[in-house]
Nanobody, 123 residues
Framework: QVQLVESGGGLVQAGGSLRLSCAASGRTFSSYAMGWFRQAPGKEREFVAGISGSGGNTAYADSVKGRFTISRDNAKNAVYLQMNSLKPEDTAVYSC????????????????WGQGTQVTVSS
């Protein structure tokens, strides 16, 4: 069982930055691959970024490549999403998710989910 709690969301102007954090419970955090997803009003949840358990492999949605960076600190049981050059279309609820060996875009592969944190980018 893994419990996930996101933080760091808020209101930011276009072009600004935010850093999201996801704190995980459990003593085997490094054995879990992690992902960040987002869901805007009226839209389906979409993949943003993923990272392997060791942190050595990452994946990004095309829409955020070059602007967002996913990282993790296994000693702190945390995964982060640094978001730069934010755009109004990045506005969404951002959630982190965990599973054992997959960090790609298929949301059905993730077993554990956090409640999400709201990110709003004003134009």
């Amino acid at each position: 069982q893994v419990q996930l709690v996101e933080s760091g969301g808020g209101l930011v102007q276009a072009g600004g930055s935010l850093r999201l954090s996801c704190a995980a419970s459990g003593r085997t955090f490094s054995s879990y691959a992690m992902g960040w997803f987002r869901q805007a009003p009226g839209k389906e949840r979409e993949f943003v970024a993923g990272i392997s358990g060791s942190g050595g492999n990452t994946a990004y949605a095309d829409s955020v490549k070059g602007r967002f960076t996913i990282s993790r600190d296994n000693a702190k049981n945390a995964v982060y999403l640094q978001m730069n050059s934010l755009k109004p279309e990045d506005t969404a609820v951002y959630s982190c998710a965990a599973n054992t060996a997959y960090w790609g875009p298929a949301k059905q592969q993730y077993r554990y989910w956090g409640q999400g944190t709201q990110v709003t980018v004003s134009s």
